[in-house]
């Protein structure tokens, strides 16, 4: 980590927690950052997990880490960029617009499940309006309290916990879905979704999976939103991809499935030394491709075509040029099909800086 000598200079606190402050401040070049300080040495390992696992963790919807380092009082701190938009939780847009918003989120959810991370503390708060793209789009804000899958975490709001964690079970990816229903049911709804909002009545409610239904607050919402929430919140909820449970409700909305993060299928087995057709060689990378819901991806023919114009012939390039795609997110899935996020002549030409960089 770099020295405290680099620590940003403090403007004011803008936000404060049980484990730490956080304060506008100006970074390297006077550009504008939140400083995120830990409140006492007992925090410093949650600002220190979360700089490790920031670098873990490349994705859109997560707000990048710039800096970080410990205090003249020895405390960890870190720096990202300060977003002026608003949290999620005083964001009411139209449905459609929430749902293309959450999607990355959802992604992101199901990428960090996929390394072996649950976040342990979704809440709607620690997602804040990124506008600095040309649509709305959240980002998340906090791997505050970032645990090991079937690690029992510490954090968590008691409004977006499940009963598992309630109870005190080890973290589970349903536990995530779970909070990022919640946090879906009050940006569609205004409000949360327990009969109960407070102390132990609140918990009894999340317990019982006692929840007002979404039609009862806006009649103008499908009764099918009601069910999709419904088993969610129920005990024995089994939802473990927060992107495929989203999809459930874009289709209400009659909105496409979101694109997907891809992973790689773990295997040892190398490309064959030449493929015969083009179709073989189709095959072959789909069988490499998979998505954290389980959905059979392949390539799509712009993909199938570009690769192998770039492992030039030889197909042990294959592997490591697929590594590279999935690694940097330049590969995607949507609706079963692997597809490039950006045209193949940039593809081709970021592959060819890579090999020669």
Known sequence: MPSSSEFPELIRVIAEGASSVVHEGRGDKGLPVAVKIAR????????LSEIQAAKDLKHEALLEILDGGRTNEGRCWLSMPLLTGQTLAGWYPPIPDLLNALAPVADLLDFMHECGWGHADLKSENLLL??????PRLVLSDLGFISPLGQIAKGGSPAFLSRHRLDGGGLRPQDDVHAFGVLAFEGICGRLPWTETSGDLLLRSI???????????????PSALDRLFARLFSSGSSEGSAM????????LFGLELSPRSLFLEETKQEPPRSFRNRDELRKWIGSRLRCANPMDVTPNHEVT???EDLMGGDPEHLSALLAWLVKERLLIAKSGLALFDRPALAIRSLWKENRHG
């Open 130 to 135: 990124d506008t600095r793209s040309s649509e």
């Open 207 to 221: 317990r019982s999976g006692s929840t007002v239904a979404p039609s009862n607050i806006r009649p103008d919402l």
């Open 305 to 307: 075509r570009t690769l």
């Open 244 to 251: 495929g449970w989203l999809d459930s409700i874009r289709t």
């Open 40 to 47: 006492s040495a007992e925090f410093d390992v949650s600002i």
